[in-house]
């Protein structure tokens, strides 16, 4: 499996991770998030890619540019979750597996966030696990492609 590339994808304020609203989305920064992900695809053997923006267009490009490079997502679109169809259709038309992550549970929360546009397009969502969510995101993907 050392030839699959996953790309993982964090949303708008993911970067502010360890100081925004720690109740909600917990204590570890982003670095610690992404040094978790590396643990995992290190003992999975599949490479990965992390990146962070705060602009939806540029989230658009980095799923292109997975499609034509990678094997599958793993994306936490953040507050896009609820309405971005921008990026739905970027994920629907990469033809990508892609899981959606969320830290929190977006089901035990505000009304709004309750609707995720992405979900109709993911293989699968994981929400409310935590920094966990993302290992095992990645888990399902490669297990998913040794089916
Ligand atoms: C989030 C949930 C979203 O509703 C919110 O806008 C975020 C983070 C999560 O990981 O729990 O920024 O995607």
Do not use: K
């Amino acid at each position: 499996m050392a030839d699959t590339t996953i790309m993982v994808i964090h949303g708008p304020n993911l970067d502010r991770l360890g100081v925004r609203e720690p109740g909600i989305y917990g204590s570890q920064t982003l670095d610690s998030i992404n040094a978790l992900i590396e643990q995992e695809a290190r003992a999975l053997d599949v490479a990965v890619e992390i990146h962070q923006t705060n602009h939806e267009g540029e989230i658009v490009s980095l799923i292109w540019d997975a499609a034509d490079r990678c094997d599958g997502l793993v994306i936490n679109p953040a507050a896009y979750t609820h309405y971005s169809i921008a990026i739905r259709d970027a994920i629907a038309g990469s033809g990508l597996p892609a899981i959606e992550v969320h830290l929190s549970n977006i089901h035990a929360r505000e009304e709004f966030r309750r609707q995720s546009v992405i979900a109709p397009v993911a293989r699968g969502q994981i929400s409310g696990l935590g920094p966990l969510g993302y290992v095992l995101a990645l888990r399902a993907l490669v297990s998913l492609a040794r089916d």
